[in-house]
């Protein structure tokens, strides 16, 4: 019997095991079914290259809205969309021209491929697409090893035609209703002494002065017009220098051309500098170099060239769009002129900007209104001007306003009560984005007569299997009494009650786009570090206000030791171990930070930025924007009285105090000058410090791997700093030696530091 009943039991036990594994095996499974089986691995910077994105420039910087992604055809039947990604293995990144048919828009029909280039340098393989008719299409475009040139394609044969064979690279272009070609391009690398052997150093900058050679649009761009039926670009000259990637605005009759300049610190008015506008406050400077776009209005019947209104543009994004009949030209984003009688007039033109009407050719101004806004589109029909109204505060994007429509009657412009809906197309249908902080890009369809949207494209369907890190918006109030915004990226696998390394990412915040790595991406990887176990930071643009004042270092100072008050009070990081990043404009507020805050940031990434030091000021005197910043944040010129404040607030007079393993990346020689301080600090007083130098990457790093090496280089260098791990893969065990002879630095600092 006792046998029977130790049998019994024994089977029991077995039945019972094989139940409870497969019920455990079928529950592991519906609960992996029940969440899509998805989520197996955290995101990596190869994901984050490889992702595909929309990449319609408005879209990206936010100037105007996301249902603004698609360019569609004259009668309104067809649209394109463009899209990219990386490719590592190539090191290139592909960009794909879509074609869809709007009638079936709304079904979900795949697109045809109407083009795909793929670009090996910083600048996009196709860009700038403008329809021409209904069935044809231009863009600018390249392939591997080739210029920037323009090109033409048909939407029936597909058939692609390169029209333009310049030795440099195209920025810009316009196409006449007359068939005119109007283009900018690069000028070619020209020496700064020319062909003597000397040179009276005037407004070149030290970095010009040491290379020697101006390079690409640095040195400029040229104006050209390829007649109808002709092959031969022809030069067109204009008074002042051309730079950036402002378009040619031809007039419908062809008989004028309106674009954007540069006037030399020779030709600037003195009440120029009474603006107080955000743009005139960066780059007028009664001291050194001050370079200002304005207007310029092209008779090309004459030849002549006189500016459009005798007032600089006070947005970079400014643009402009004519009349039908050519008789009046509409600018946005301008400064109009202070010489008014009225001194109410003209403190308001001082402080604001505008959009306005300039009549042609007596060049008339009149008032639309005193805000900042882009211009949509002027339909003649109506006497309307579409605008959408923005925000340029920001450096990471810009907020997006309302539209907003103005009537030009007889007795002068009159604001619309019911702004007129952009006639997009002939059914009347949007294409948009939909994503959020936690949902990445989708594009849809919604039929503007009854609501009716459907999915259009999911271009990142891999992203299914990734594992991603919750994002949520924070708000608190820092030391000073203002209230922060910032975006915080939880590691994937968080735990309640585990504290977790920091790194704060500067530059932009906003809750409505999807950033894999943030507002940007060099060296900034937010995705990847939470999937490393990191919580990440993205911090808005607070400080900006502070911008070139005395307080733009201790505000921003306060709002990173704010960040780390208020996630150290909820018990989520430890603020022994943070670290912080560093990129363009936010260089001097992290920099001060580095060098006087409460907090011993444990490592910091200084990239394609500077510091407001004084080498800096030095060696970019000559540079737009650098002396109306960096004398305020520092109190004063570094010279007489005002050296004492320079010892005090600048950085590099206080390297001595820092403990921070600094990872330099100077992406052009501009750069290597604004870092140099800290690289020779950090290395004289035998600091852990990496400089690495990426010549031929973009501000905004763009090829795999320019990405991978400052992205990537961000994730290993606070992984290995903050958390002491390292990376097994064979062909980072240089780096990994390197930065462990630093830490050996690091560590003698400590211990030195302890024996006094």
Same mark, same amino acid.
């Given at each position: ?19 409870? %594994?497969?019920?455990?095996?079928? %529950? ?83 697109? +045809? ?41 048909? %939407? ?73 039926? &002709? ?10 220098? !051309? ?54 209005? /092209? ?30 030209? *509409? ?27 300039? =009549? ?19 339909? &003649? ?23 907003? &429509? ?56 891999? *992203? ?7 994002? =949520? ?83 921003? !100072? ?21 670290? /912080? ?12 930070? /580095? ?25 970019? *005197? ?26 005090? =607030? ?8 820092? &403990? ?64 002491? +791990? +390292? ?30």
């Amino acid at each position: 019997m006792k046998g029977k009943k130790e049998f019994k039991l024994w089977f029991t036990l077995v039945i019972l095991s094989f139940i409870l %594994c497969t019920t455990g095996a079928w %529950c592991q499974h519906t609960s992996a079914s029940d969440s899509g089986a998805h989520f197996t691995r955290p995101v990596t910077i190869a994901d984050s290259i490889r992702m595909t994105t929309i990449d319609n420039p408005n879209y990206s910087l936010g100037t105007w809205g996301r249902d603004d992604v698609a360019a569609f055809s004259p009668d309104g039947k067809r649209f394109v969309v463009i899209v990219k990604k990386g490719n590592v293995e190539q090191n290139t990144v592909e960009y794909s021209l879509l074609l869809y048919q709007t009638a079936q828009a709304l079904s979900s029909s795949p697109p +045809e491929v109407l083009a795909s280039l793929s670009s090996s340098s910083p600048r996009p393989a196709i860009e700038s697409v403008t329809w021409q008719d209904d069935r044809t299409l231009a863009f600018l475009g390249e392939n591997p090893g080739e210029r920037h040139q323009l090109y033409r394609v048909d %939407c029936d044969s597909k058939r692609i035609r390169k029209l333009t064979n310049q030795p440099t690279d195209l920025m810009n272009y316009a196409f006449s209703s007359k068939g005119d070609i109007f283009f900018t391009a690069a000028k070619p690398a020209q020496l700064i002494g020319g062909k003597g052997n000397h040179v009276i150093v005037d407004r070149e900058n030290l970095y010009q002065l040491v290379s020697g050679v101006q390079f690409g649009v640095l040195a400029g761009l040229d104006l050209f017009v390829t007649r109808k039926g &002709s092959n031969r670009p022809a030069p067109l000259r204009v008074n002042g220098m !051309m730079e950036g990637d402002s378009p040619p605005w031809p007039s419908p009759d062809g008989r004028y051309l309106a674009i954007q300049t540069i006037a030399s610190r020779s030709d600037i008015p003195l009440d120029w500098y009474d603006y107080q506008t955000v743009a005139q406050q960066t780059i007028l400077s009664r001291q050194g170099s001050s370079k200002v776009n304005e207007y310029e209005l /092209i008779d090309l019947a004459t030849g002549a060239s006189q500016p459009l209104i005798d007032a600089p543009v006070g947005a970079w994004y400014s643009n402009a769009a004519w009349s039908d009949d050519s008789r009046s030209v *509409f600018i946005s984003g301008t400064d109009l002129p202070l010489d008014v009688p009225d001194p109410a007039e003209r403190k308001l033109r001082q402080a604001n900007l505008f959009v306005a009407e300039v =009549e042609i050719p007596s060049r008339r101004i009149v008032t639309i209104m005193h805000e900042d806004a882009i211009i949509r589109h002027w339909y &003649s029909q109506t006497n309307e001007l579409l605008l959408q109204l923005t925000n340029h505060q920001s450096f990471s994007n810009f907020a997006e306003g309302a539209l907003v &429509s103005f009537r030009r009657t007889r007795e002068g412009w009159k604001q619309q009560d019911t702004p007129a809906i952009e006639a997009k197309t002939k059914d009347r249908i949007e294409i948009a984005v939909e994503e959020d902080m936690n949902t990445p890009p989708r594009l849809v369809t919604r039929d503007l007569k009854t609501g009716t949207r459907s999915l259009l494209l999911d271009p990142n369907p891999q *992203f299914r299997n990734l594992q991603f890190g919750r994002v =949520e918006e924070i708000k608190f109030k820092v030391a000073d009494g203002h209230e922060m915004t910032a975006g915080l990226y939880r590691p994937p696998d968080y735990l309640r009650g585990k504290r977790y390394p920091l790194v704060i990412q500067t530059h932009g915040w906003t809750s409505d786009r999807f950033w894999i790595d943030g507002p940007d991406r060099t060296a900034m990887a937010a995705q990847s570090l939470a999937g490393k176990g990191f919580f990440v930071a993205q911090v808005g643009d607070d400080f900006a206000s502070a911008i070139f004042t005395p307080n733009e270092g201790k505000v921003a !100072m306060a709002e990173f030791e704010g960040i780390i008050d208020y996630l150290n009070a909820m018990g989520l990081i430890d603020p022994n171990r943070v670290g /912080i990043v560093a990129f363009s404009a936010t260089g001097p507020g992290v920099g001060y930070a /580095i060098a006087h805050s409460k907090y011993p940031f444990g490592a910091a990434v200084l990239s394609s930025t500077n510091d407001a030091g004084y080498f800096t000021y030095l060696s970019m *005197f000559n540079l737009d924007g650098a002396m109306p910043r960096f004398e305020p944040i520092n109190g004063g010129a570094p010279f007489g009285p005002g050296l004492a404040s320079w010892l005090k =607030e600048a950085p590099e007079f206080s390297l001595d105090k820092v &403990s921070t393993a600094m990872r330099l990346e100077p992406n052009s020689g501009f750069d290597v000058f604004a870092l140099w301080e800290w690289f020779v600090g950090f290395r004289r007083l035998g600091k852990p410090v990496e400089m690495v130098f990426m010549p031929d990457a973009d501000h905004v790093v763009t090829r795999p791997q320019d990405r991978i090496i400052s992205q990537g280089g961000a994730v290993d260098w606070f992984g290995f700093w903050l958390e002491g +791990e +390292e990376d097994p893969a064979p062909a980072k065990a240089q780096q990994y030696a390197r930065w462990r002879e630093l830490r050996k630095l690091q560590d003698a600092q400590a211990g030195g530091q302890k024996a006094n």
